[in-house]
């Protein structure tokens, strides 16, 4: 063979190699997380594991759509995931624990499914045992209807209730926070069918009782919280129909069959919080218990490791002005 | 008619005759091909940000369609890495063929596939899925690896470049459309090659390879199936090759008689036309059809795009040759009437396959419009891919971050019309020439045209 052929031959072989191993093992070591809609399976990897203290550097790329990525309970301002390009955030734990990060762009039909956990491990500091929620302790069934047995003509005015409520001697009892968070607003209502007042001014008594555990911040992150991550499903209204209430609704159970976990689930029609029947026969626990645990066997996902207790809170105090007027 | 004869300038010669310069461009073609084989395996799965789809369906189809097909015909087979390691491996070696080159089997492809059928269903497969192919990477990449494999393959089988003579789905248009181009390889002096013995141009020498593309370069007369390899320069002993420029348009004087290249003129004709609707169109349904393969909706667009390709499109046509009343006027002044007689019995085949001529311009105007829209409006991606060409994070070029724009958006509809009307015109002047040879009259072809022009435009605008 000649000198040029085999010289020819050998930089081809190099050159061609080169240009195939290079990119692989560049590819190889740049660990992405690949964000795609949940339904083509959500976020690739779904379990990252972190320590206590060190910084966690994240890189990210979405495979589809516009994806977000946050960590639950966590003070993060969401990295938005463009398609074919790469995001990078740092993030450091304080705690061990299992941390659930989430998309928080309305990225698809099963968007709220697409979520994964952080594994902190590590020292901790402090290692207070975690109380049951209040929907647990009252023993609440989050499964079965409750539904009001009476309900208000008119929205019911809290300002027209602030002035009646002078008449109430019990009023204190009403007020407190326990009290409010174990009693849905048609239980209050039958509480006060001893004080005289007719049945309108019982509503207004009751809707100025939950404004008094509103407070005007908490309206305003309650808001907030629902429109990011509710309005899509439960629409901007409450009224149960959202953006992708329809598609939920026709895709039913085969939409759900999609997701590796949850062969069994059909899909349902959201929740509208502008029934009164619905919202005045369900207390703040039962709420609380809804979000947290989400509804299991129907589309409703889980928020208890995505929202802290006090967002949860916040969330059902604006659920509840669907239902009373809080104007000043 | 005349030509300038490139081969004449010492440079120019030398250039072609050396294969180092050629050497050069396949291997960085080839690693290019690899590269965007790579890329869409590994790389992100968003089309608009991997290599394999930007540079492959946005950089070189723009390159293709709207440079090297309009103005070197050919050109790009003659750099073309899909058969140059099957070339190679033939031969036995990279740079003058091995006189000890290996045995592979060295078969002749079957008389019944040497004609361009089996590029019109290659082609025709690949736009059936094209939605796919040109949106998914790792789609792009299989399809890419695929026609690597298969042009190895059947080099190992078949002599000579068996893959892009009778197989490969882009060699098919390339060859149709270069009959239009301002540029072709021909032979000098037609004595030199009776009398040549051997015929080192066809059969090969120690100097090169006989001709890749089963030519015999002393009977060219059309630019279809030269592949421009330059072989034959490399092997003529007797300097009589020459690589021409020339007037464009200029094979389509000398019209094919054969079906199967009028067919891939109207299947051009008609892909150009349907992927103005779906891909350029508004309707969302449409271009969800063509996207779910396999699912009902697209056996209705695979049905459909097969009818309008296959039927409606040729069909039309068929008709409007068939019912032409015949041109008395050529053979009114003939002598030799009798002769002219038995010439005007010409069958409805040949004046079908004479009379499509005239497709050809159109559909290359057709496609060249098509492109411009959708290579102006995603040629933003090309920098930000080349600095990125994974999607992996990278800013080789600094240019990663650039945000996505139409290029020269204002300009694209003016050159569209300019395009498809520059084409009807070429299209109309064709069919007046075509006409002639298929003892036709003219005006249902150049009907056709216009329709058919309206149509596009219609589409496009």
Redesign the interface.
């Known amino acids: 063979m000649k000198r040029s052929e085999l010289l020819t031959r050998i930089i081809i072989m190099v050159f061609s190699l080169g240009v195939v191993a290079l990119p692989l093992a560049l590819w190889a070591q740049t660990p992405l997380i690949h964000a795609s809609m949940a339904e083509s399976g959500g976020w690739s990897p779904d379990v990252i594991r972190a320590k206590v203290g060190e910084p966690l550097h994240l890189k990210f790329t979405s495979d589809d759509v516009m994806h977000g990525f946050a960590v639950g309970q966590m003070d993060l301002t969401p990295v938005d995931i463009e398609p074919g390009k790469v995001s990078e955030t740092t993030l450091t734990f304080d705690k061990p624990g299992i941390y659930t990060f989430f998309c928080t762009r309305w990225c698809g039909l099963n968007h709220w499914r697409m979520r994964g956990t952080i594994e902190v491990t590590g020292e901790t500091d402090s290692s207070a045992p975690a109380s049951p929620p209040l929907y647990v302790t009252l023993g609440l069934n989050l499964d079965a209807p409750h539904p009001a047995d009476v309900v208000p003509v008119a929205k019911p005015s809290a300002l027209h209730g602030q002035e009646l409520a002078a008449r109430i001697p019990d009023l204190p009892i009403y007020q407190s926070t326990d009290y409010y968070r174990t009693h849905s607003p048609s239980q209050v209502f039958q509480d006060l069918s001893t004080s005289g007042l007719t049945d309108s001014q019982r509503w207004d008594v009751v809707a100025a009782i939950w404004q008094s555990n509103t407070t005007s911040e908490g309206l305003v992150e309650g808001k907030k919280l629902f429109a990011q991550n509710c309005a899509a499903c439960h629409g901007e209204t409450g009224g149960g129909n959202g953006v992708f209430a329809d598609d939920l609704s026709a895709a039913g159970e085969a939409s759900a069959q999609t997701m590796s976990g949850a062969q069994d689930m059909i899909m349902q029609t959201p929740a509208n919080f502008s029934d009164p029947k619905r919202m005045l026969g369900a207390s703040p626990a039962l709420l609380q218990g809804k979000i947290l645990r989400g509804g299991m066997g129907t589309g409703m996902p889980m928020w208890g490791s995505i929202f802290t207790d006090g967002q949860i809170w916040n969330v059902i105090t604006y659920l509840y002005s669907f239902q009373f007027d809080y104007s000043k | 008619m005349n030509r300038l004869e490139l081969t004449r300038s010492p440079l120019i010669k030398s250039a072609l005759k050396n294969r180092y310069p050629q050497?050069v461009v396949f291997?960085l073609m080839?690693?290019?091909f690899?590269?965007a084989i790579?890329?869409g395996f590994?790389?992100?799965?968003?089309g608009?940000?991997?290599f394999s789809i930007v540079f492959v369906w946005i950089a070189w189809w723009a390159v293709l369609i709207l440079v090297a097909v309009p103005f070197f015909g050919r050109g790009w087979c003659a750099v073309c890495p899909i058969p140059v390691v099957g070339d190679w491996l033939q031969r036995g070696?990279?740079?003058?063929p091995n006189p000890n080159k290996p045995n592979w089997l060295n078969l002749r492809v079957p008389a019944t596939f040497r004609n361009m059928w089996m590029q019109n269903i290659s082609f025709t497969l690949v736009a059936l899925f094209s939605s796919v192919i040109l949106t998914t990477p790792v789609v792009t990449s299989v399809v890419l690896a695929a026609m690597l494999f298969l042009a190895i393959g059947l080099s190992m089988v078949f002599e000579r470049r068996a893959f892009c003579r009778y197989l490969c789905p882009v060699s098919g248009f390339i060859g149709l459309y270069a009959q239009t181009a301002p540029i072709e390889l021909r032979i000098k002096d037609k004595k030199v090659c009776v009398k040549c013995i051997g015929k080192p141009c066809y059969n090969g020498s120690e100097l090169g390879a006989g001709c890749p593309w089963d030519v015999f370069p002393g009977g060219l007369t059309k630019n279809t199936y030269c592949g421009l390899c330059m072989e034959c320069i490399r092997t003529c002993p007797h300097d009589n090759i020459a690589v021409n420029l020339r007037p464009f348009s200029a094979d389509l004087a000398k019209p094919s008689t054969k079906l199967d290249e009028a067919f891939k003129a109207f299947i051009m004709l008609g892909a150009a036309l349907i992927y103005a609707y779906v891909l350029m169109g508004s309707n969302g349904a449409v271009k969800l059809a063509a996207y779910n393969v396999f699912s009902p909706a697209w056996f209705g667009y695979a049905v459909a795009f097969l009818t309008v390709i296959f039927g409606v499109l040729p069909g039309l046509f068929w008709l409007a040759v068939k019912f032409t009343p015949i041109n008395h006027g050529v053979t009114k002044n003939t002598e030799k009437s009798i002769l002219n007689l038995r010439e005007l019995r010409v069958s409805v085949v040949k004046k079908f396959s004479i009379a499509a001529t005239a497709i050809i311009p159109l559909g290359l105007m057709f496609w060249v419009a098509f492109s411009l829209s959708f290579v102006l409006t995603n040629a933003a991606y090309i920098l930000a891919a080349l600095s990125?060409?994974?999607?992996?994070?990278w800013n080789l070029f600094g240019t990663a971050a650039i945000a996505w724009q139409p290029v020269l958006s204002s300009l694209v509809a003016p050159a569209q019309t300019l395009a498809l009307l520059g084409g009807l015109v070429w299209a109309a002047r064709t069919a007046q020439k075509s006409a002639v040879e298929a003892r036709i009259s003219s005006v249902p072809v150049i009907v056709y045209c216009l329709v058919a022009t309206l149509l596009m435009l219609w589409l496009l605008l």
Do not use: C, K, R
Request: net charge negative; proline share 7%.
């Open positions: 050497l291997v080839l690693a290019g690899l590269f790579v890329a590994i790389g992100t799965p968003v608009s940000h991997n070696a990279v740079l003058e990125d060409p994974l999607g992996l994070g």
